[in-house]
């Protein structure tokens, strides 16, 4: 027997349906996110008004314990003494109210209890902002606290006026600059390699991880080309990696080495970037970018080439991620270094 009409266009019509239901559910969700988040902020904010107004230390865990005691027999379990802690948190590590308005959308209330409990005010703003550029999930946010991402970034190793223009900036016009996704050093624990390789094997492994490897590099990054060929009076030259970032709207060509970066290794750089932007820069592109990834560096050499102003990073990479205390000691170590380096060179100028 033939289908009738009816049953040959039910599939479509339910898949239609639900369509509309599982969208107006995530519309709901949404903005029930949203109405709590500001809840909890308001919250928390009357909270720490009352407390502010007492001189008596003790008086905050008193008003808290009360409250909890009312609202809880009245409202449920979300309203216990724990979650009015994180909301009187919430209020303290975030005090604009504009800032609260801005995120609500995008970071649910564990993205919140997370980001409020980092001590750095600049770390704290820079994870939430990454947070709302990026989508992240509160998984990738977890992962991208404990390999230190902030400490990693080229941003935390400035001096703390200029960290916080660039997060100001970030904030009112969502642009991202090198400085916010350029790391050192890259944990490329994932790619499986033994302690003996060879950059081949360096260069099929990242090839084989790609996606991972793109995670690990940052925002915006895409693959473009593998041992890209460029032919400079009848020489052949090979860039190991092209990429292009979206977000900073330029070429980035990567070459990888397995020993310490050396000097010359800057000229080589150097001579692919200007081929790059002679010939593959597009209108409306900032200039190609470089990444030297190599396993060791000595700083007074990078330092003294001053390889910012041309466009180049140097960066380490880990093929094993260490404890957690050393990689910490390590980049706290490099940007005391760094910003020590840069206030100087400000009193020398």
């Given at each position: 027997m033939k289908p009738t009409a009816a049953e040959t266009a039910a599939p479509q019509l339910l898949g239609d349906i639900r369509q509309l239901i599982?969208?107006?559910?995530?519309?709901?969700a949404a903005a029930v996110n949203s109405a709590l988040t500001m809840l909890y902020w308001h919250i928390g904010h009357r909270i720490r008004t009352e407390i502010l107004g007492s001189e008596r230390a003790t008086y905050g865990e008193q008003i808290v314990q009360a409250l909890?005691?009312?609202?809880?027999?009245?409202?449920?379990?979300g309203f216990s003494a724990k979650n009015l802690r994180h909301m009187l948190r919430f209020a303290e590590a975030i005090p604009s109210q504009e800032i609260v308005s801005a995120v609500r959308?995008?970071?649910?209330?564990?993205?919140?209890?997370?980001?409020?409990?980092?001590?750095?005010?600049l770390k704290r703003d820079f994870y939430l902002q990454m947070c709302q550029q990026e989508g992240w999930s509160t998984r990738t946010l977890?992962?991208?606290?404990?390999?230190?991402?902030?400490?990693?970034?080229?941003?935390?190793?400035?001096?703390?006026?200029?960290?916080?223009?660039?997060?100001?900036?970030?904030?009112?016009?969502?642009?991202?600059?090198?400085?916010?996704?350029?790391?050192?050093p890259y944990i490329l624990d994932f790619l499986g390699l033994q302690d003996r390789y060879l950059e081949k094997d360096l260069e099929d492994a990242?090839?084989?991880?790609?996606e991972n490897f793109l995670l690990e590099l940052g925002a915006g990054f895409t693959f473009v080309a593998r041992q890209k060929?460029?032919?400079?009076?009848?020489?052949?030259?090979?860039?190991?990696?092209l990429l292009y970032n979206r977000r900073l709207k330029r070429l980035v060509a990567i070459e990888l080495k397995l020993g310490d970066f050396k000097a010359a290794d800057k000229g080589q750089m150097e001579l692919y970037l200007r081929w790059l932007a002679k010939h593959e820069q597009e209108p409306g592109e900032a200039p190609p970018l470089g990444i030297i990834l190599c396993s060791?560096?000595?700083?007074?050499?990078?330092?003294?080439?001053?390889?910012?102003a041309s466009g180049i990073h140097i960066a380490e990479y880990l093929t094993s991620?260490?404890?957690?205390?050393?990689?910490?000691?390590?980049?706290?170590?490099?940007?005391?270094r760094s910003r020590a380096r840069l206030e100087n060179r400000g009193e020398d100028a």
């Open positions: 599982e969208q107006s559910r995530g519309q709901l909890a005691k009312q609202l809880e027999a009245d409202y449920g379990r959308r995008q970071l649910s209330w564990t993205h919140i209890k997370t980001l409020i409990y980092i001590d750095n005010p977890q992962d991208r606290l404990d390999s230190q991402l902030f400490e990693r970034t080229a941003l935390s190793r400035q001096p703390e006026q200029l960290l916080e223009q660039e997060l100001a900036t970030l904030r009112q016009t969502g642009t991202l600059t090198p400085a916010l996704v350029l790391k050192d990242i090839l084989r991880e790609l060929r460029l032919q400079i009076d009848n020489d052949d030259f090979y860039i190991d990696l060791g560096k000595k700083q007074e050499q990078v330092e003294l080439l001053e390889l910012d991620l260490p404890p957690r205390e050393v990689l910490q000691a390590k980049l706290h170590e490099a940007i005391t």
